[in-house]
Every structure is written in C-alpha cells, then in structure tokens.
T-cell receptor, first 115, second 109 residues
Framework: EAQVTQNPRYLITVTGKKLTVTCSQNMNHEYMSWYRQDPGLGLRQIYYSMNVEVTDKGDVPEGYKVSRKEKRNFPLILESPSPNQTSLYFC??????????????FGPGTRLTVL | TQLLEQSPQFLSIQEGENLTVYCNSSSVFSSLQWYRQEPGEGPVLLVT?????EVKKLKRLTFQFGDARKDSSLHITAAQPGDTGLYLCAGGSNYKLTFGKGTLLTVNP
C-alpha cells in the first residue's frame, strides 16, 4: 500500500530535550516536506526537500532541522524543543513539482506537546 | 510570502443545502489544489486545477480556477453529513505549496 508513515504519532516531552520525528514514504517520491498545523494558522511549511541531500527552508524553519540522506526518509529534528513548538506535525511526499500540480500525500500526523 | 485567504472559516448547514467555499489571493499560482482533512488524519487531495477558467466536477463537488489564476471556489450541491470536514485550498508554484487556513464544514442530518 502506498503510504507515508510517521513516528511517533503522539509525543509529550519537556523543554530542551532533543527529539526526532521520523517520516518514511514507499512511493519513490523525490519531494518531501514537513508542515505544522495550528488552530487559526492553518498548515505552514517548515522545511522541504527536492531530492536526496537537497533541502530548503519553508515558511517557519526556526527551531527545526532536517536531513535527507535516503530518498525514502525525511526526519524532523528538534534540537531544543520549546512550548511554542507544541503542534500537530505532518510529513508529506510527492513527485518533484508539487507547485505544478503533483499530488502531495500526507502522513497521519504527529501530535507533539512540549511542557 | 504568498497568502491564500479562505472564506468562510466555519460553515454549518443542514443536509441537502448547497454551499460555496472561496479561496482568494493577490498572487498568481501555477496550480490550485483542494484537499479535505478529517479529524485525526492528514489532508487528502480532492482535485488539482492548472488552467485559468478551468472547471472540474467530482460528483456533487464543482471546483473552479479563476481566469487570472489567483482565486478558486469549491461548490457542493446537496451536501451530506459525509461531506463534513476541513477543506483546504493550496496554491502552487514550483517547489512550494501555500495553504489557506481552511474552511471547517459541518453538515447536520
């Protein structure tokens, strides 16, 4: 089954404790992206990757890191989480040009709470 | 930064009614996508429009892309409770998709 998987689905942590949210896709997509979704603010892009070893900042990259060492995986790293990073996070993948109409496939989401 | 304004933000209607959701921007987009999101899940693509003036129909849903490719609308005919969800428009330009804040639709039986 074609899918995007994220782990963990739920996470409660404390300020400053480094964490990684994993994302994996099995569709051989070149493009992967991370979004956060907050009430009243909608979906905002954090980082995206056009292909292996190629990443770029989205609209809200501060406090996050990413890496793309393999085509299928795109982990999101929070080196020192803060309460304002409490949010619902989505990973997505698509063929190379989502802006030209390529469908984005979203994972099920990771609900993160930073205390 | 490109912005997409969606309206209305919330919409509660009775089964059988018609409704229209709007997505507007001052920017030109290469494509416009509509997604639907249900609680606890990620958004799922409904339709993509790429040509100015394009109209696409998906059963009771009609999508239109403005002539200038800056705006779009989603019209639902005879809404059903199963249409309940968060509807998101997303404007595309090469590697980026910019999402609107969404319209939360509730269709009451």
């Amino acid at each position: 089954e074609a899918q995007v998987t994220q782990n963990p689905r739920y996470l409660i942590t404390v300020t400053g404790k480094k964490l990684t949210v994993t994302c994996s896709q099995n569709m051989n997509h070149e493009y992967m992206s991370w979004y956060r979704q907050d009430p009243g603010l909608g979906l905002r892009q954090i980082y995206y990757s056009m292909n292996v070893e190629v990443t770029d900042k989205g609209d809200v990259p501060e406090g996050y890191k990413v890496s793309r060492k393999e085509k299928r995986n795109f982990p999101l790293i929070l080196e020192s989480p803060s309460p304002n990073q409490t949010s619902l996070y989505f990973c997505a993948s698509s063929k190379p040009l989502p802006g030209q109409g390529d469908e984005q496939f979203f994972g099920p989401g990771t609900r993160l709470t930073v205390l | 930064t490109q912005l997409l304004e969606q309206s209305p933000q919330f919409l509660s209607i009775q089964e059988g009614e018609n409704l229209t959701v709007y997505c507007n921007s001052s920017s030109v987009f290469s494509s416009l996508q509509w997604y639907r999101q249900e609680p606890g899940e990620g958004p799922v693509l409904l339709v993509t429009v790429v040509t100015g003036g394009e109209v696409k129909k998906l059963k009771r849903l009609t999508f239109q892309f403005g002539d200038a490719r800056k705006d779009s609308s989603l019209h639902i005919t005879a809404a059903q409770p199963g249409d309940t969800g968060l509807y998101l428009c997303a404007g595309g330009s090469n590697y980026k998709l910019t999402f609107g804040k969404g319209t939360l639709l509730t269709v009451n039986p």
